[in-house]
């Protein structure tokens, strides 16, 4: 049996309230006892952690491995922007440059204290069979674990939004009704067929499917995707209602919200979790409660993008599991959950009204973005308590962030900034030790990520002069198109 004893360190209870000093033991990578400081165990090594607070690896219920080589892509962008830009922000990707951007984004997210992630990941047409197992590899190789999710779509956005061809002028309208997804058989078969021979369990990167946004995918694409899931026993995620245009884009082309329609086609399971939600109803979160389904909260993007504050407090309230994400590096620029926590907790205080009980604590947001998240990817993690696997992050309490420790979850969610951590483990094994990533050439990294960005500006060039002709027209359309969904407040309210 693998034993190691863990000494000398504050540890995080799972309530997240304090730290008392304390030794861990793990076996076979799960967490076995929680035990006195001064406990001897055995046939088992010892590792020295004093001056250290040990706490569970964050957990980002939503993020995308493609932003990577995108991050800072983007200044006053609102969704509708963003994903008018997408055909040069992540277009001429080869094989190399996927693994690589997922690469990037796993680095970062280890460095800074996440052990998990709910990736969902994009190949333009459609998803290969050969890009999934790249970046399933990227992740094995950084070591993290992974839901690697192919967000799929058999729509563009140009023939997804309602009206928008029409309001472009007659030149680009050509253009942007050519702009095709691969046909539905054909994704839908080579993730069947990924799920089928999918190999990277042992390192712990799980298959999902992410049928992207609803009003991007046909009815009978959704339903195919939910056959996939079942089949396979696969984590499904989905951007719900996450700017207004989208959510009044449901109320054009289905007459309810589009998380109804999601449940009407069977889509909303306890394997099911909306990303974003911005826009949800207080009848959507309690369906989300009475379906089991989860809500990945992603303060930072929701304000970057310009989408609203997301109903976290009522989705608690209704029953939901909520977790904390990033989202991708092109949508809010870095992988850091402990900048996530910090905002999540942040916008909670914004609502027009909302007293000290609606707000996010610290203690509870750190749990959100623990056993939370770790609920939504259906990992046993999330907490340092026997039977959880020894995902644990060891920060440094002589760093200015923790000088004085005055109050453990609130130094994690006010003043941690991701720089104390200095040690992580995954599955009881050590994969960042002081800041440095093991099994893995960062400067090489550096060099690839350098090169490839040079490239992909030259080769991008032509369709990013188009994307920024068409931007102006999109962001009319779609601000206006959001004016047309009234059911719910999710801005600040105006004097």
Not at 169 to 188: C, D, F, K, T, V
Not at 383 to 394: E, Q, Y
Not at 473 to 480: E, I, L, W
């Amino acid at each position: 049996m693998n034993r190691l004893l863990i000494t000398g360190a504050r540890v995080l209870t799972p309530e997240a309230t304090d730290a008392p000093l304390a030794s861990i033991l793990i076996e076979d990578g799960r967490i076995a006892a929680i035990l006195p400081p001064d406990a001897t165990v055995e046939d088992a090594a010892r590792h020295d952690a004093t001056g250290r607070l040990v706490i569970p690896g964050l957990v980002n219920s939503h993020t995308h491995g493609h932003g990577g080589l995108a991050k800072g892509a983007g200044d006053k962008w609102d969704l509708a922007l963003l994903l008018a830009h997408a055909p040069w922000v992540g277009g001429g990707r080869g094989l190399a440059e996927k693994r690589l951007s997922t690469t990037l984004a796993a680095v970062e997210m280890l460095k800074k204290g996440c052990t998990a992630s709910f990736d969902l990941t994009a190949e333009f047409p459609g998803p290969t069979l050969d890009g999934l197992d790249s970046m399933a590899e990227a992740y094995a190789e950084v070591g993290l674990r992974a839901v690697l999710a192919p967000m799929v779509a058999d729509r563009s956005f140009f023939q997804a939004t309602p009206g928008l061809i029409e309001a472009l002028p007659e030149p680009h309208q050509g253009r942007a009704a050519a702009i095709r997804m691969a046909e539905s058989g054909e994704i839908l078969a080579t993730i069947g067929a990924a799920a089928k021979a999918w190999r990277h369990g042992p390192a712990g990167v799980a298959l999902g499917i992410a049928p992207t946004i609803p009003l991007h995918c046909s009815d009978d694409f959704m339903r195919g995707c939910q056959q996939l899931a079942g089949e396979h026993g696969l984590r499904m995620q989905t951007h719900v209602s996450e700017a207004r245009y989208q959510a009044a884009g449901g109320e054009v082309l289905y007459g309810s919200t589009l998380l109804a329609h999601m449940d009407r086609l069977g889509l909303v399971t306890p394997r099911f979790s909306v990303a974003h939600g911005v826009w949800l109803t207080p009848q959507d979160l309690d369906l989300l409660a009475a379906r089991g389904a989860g809500l990945a909260h992603n303060p930072g993007a929701n304000m970057r993008l310009a989408s609203g504050i997301a109903p976290v407090r009522a989705a608690i309230r209704a029953g939901v599991t909520v977790g904390i994400g990033t989202d991708g590096s092109s949508s809010s620029d870095n992988q850091n959950m402990f900048e996530s926590m910090r905002l999540a907790a942040f916008a909670s205080r914004l609502w027009d009204g909302a007293e000290d009980d609606d707000w996010l604590g610290t203690a509870e947001t750190v749990r959100l973005a623990t056993e939370g998240s770790a609920a939504i990817m259906g990992l046993e993690a999330g907490s340092i308590a026997p039977g959880r696997l020894a995902d644990l992050v060891f920060l440094d309490l002589d760093h200015i962030n923790w000088l004085p420790l005055n109050n453990v979850a609130n130094q994690l969610v006010w003043t941690e900034d991701s720089s104390a951590v200095r040690d992580v483990m995954v599955g009881g094994s050590w994969k960042l030790r002081q800041g440095r990533v093991l099994g893995l050439d960062e400067a090489r990294l550096a060099t690839e990520a350098r090169e490839a960005a040079a490239r992909l500006l030259t080769a991008n060039a032509e369709v990013r002069r188009w994307c920024e002709a068409i931007a102006p027209h999109v962001a009319c359309h779609c601000r206006a198109l959001a004016g047309r969904f009234t059911r719910v407040q999710r801005l600040l309210k105006a004097d």
